[in-house]
């Protein structure tokens, strides 16, 4: 089989998706040779990279949704200084996220920086201070087709993991220097091109995101800054598709609310059965 490059797009929950699909993978024997991830994929993207079994990480994201508020805490303070600044800084964000990267990165806890990742990978964010999009990663010298990129490497995997799940208005947005760095799903929320300038070859795409207009139940604040960015970065997504060869995996994902922690199970099986379906046309390579 001839090599491809994976790109994983982004979100939220509905990365539990990719979780799947990469364990369908595994299970065939098969490892990309690259990997670019945009929010949530960039999540999967930085632990597939860092060589962690898709078991372990399915376990940690298990034990997530069981106890979702051990690892996802409301920024209470910085939202009271937002309505009376005098008692300190405001909040960037709803939710901070710190305990949950770290729960993650304890998958691979001799891991420091993105020069641990063993195979060429990148996840994408924003810097909302310049307005430019800066990809964290182990290939220094790789550039994506189209767009303007500031390229980061061998920065620590607490902030670019931090910085690509940070959906602007409810994940902390980072800080790195004089940046402030939001999702990169802002900028694209399927990172096929960087996919391809990681390995020039077909990428298999994992787009996890909601099409279409089923809603959950219930629709709150999170839910609609959740959509109003989906569309966002759909769009984007679409305008900077370029000519890169590759196989679209789409898993079911709809009806999923945005803090849908018990839709896990059902995700990641959602994964693993869009990717066997894709399973032919990948062998085909």
């Known amino acids: 089989m001839r090599a491809f490059a994976l790109a994983l797009s982004g979100g939220g929950i509905l990365g539990a998706a990719h979780l799947g699909a990469l ?16 929010s949530a994929g960039g999540l999967a993207a930085g632990l597939y990279a860092l060589g962690v079994p898709m078991a372990q990480v399915i ?40 305990a949950f990267v770290q729960a993650l990165l304890d998958l691979k806890p001799d891991a420091r920086t993105t020069d641990d990742w063993i195979i060429p990978a990148l996840v994408t964010a ?14 220094p010298d790789a550039r994506p087709r189209r767009g303007h990129w500031e390229v980061a490497s061998g920065e620590p995997l607490t902030t670019a993991l931090a910085a690509t799940m940070a959906m602007p208005g409810v994940f902390s947005a980072p800080r ?16 096929i091109d960087w996919a391809f300038a990681l390995y020039p070859s077909c990428v298999v795409a994992i787009d996890v995101a909601v099409s279409g207009t089923v809603l959950p139940e219930r629709v709150g604040i999170t839910e609609v800054l959740s959509r109003a960015e989906r569309y966002a970065t759909k769009t984007l997504s679409t305008l900077r598709a370029g000519p890169e060869p590759h196989i679209l995996v789409t898993p079911d994902t709809a009806g999923t609310p945005f803090m849908g922690f018990s839709h896990f199970d059902h995700l990641v099986q959602a994964g693993r059965r869009a990717m066997a379906e894709a399973w032919p046309a990948i062998r085909s390579l």
Do not use: C
């Open 126 to 139: 924003v810097d909302v201070v310049s307005l430019q999009p800066v990809a964290f990663t182990n290939r």
């Open 59 to 98: 376990d940690q994201g298990k034990r997530v949704a069981k106890h979702p508020w051990r690892y996802f805490h409301p920024n209470m303070s910085g939202l009271l200084h937002d309505v009376i600044p005098a008692l300190g800084p405001p909040a960037d964000a709803l939710i901070t996220s710190t």
């Open 176 to 191: 790195r220097g004089r940046q402030v760095l939001v999702d990169g799903g802002t900028a694209d929320t399927l990172p």
């Open 23 to 38: 364990q369908y993978l595994e299970e065939q024997g098969v490892r990309a040779a690259a990997v670019a991830g945009t």
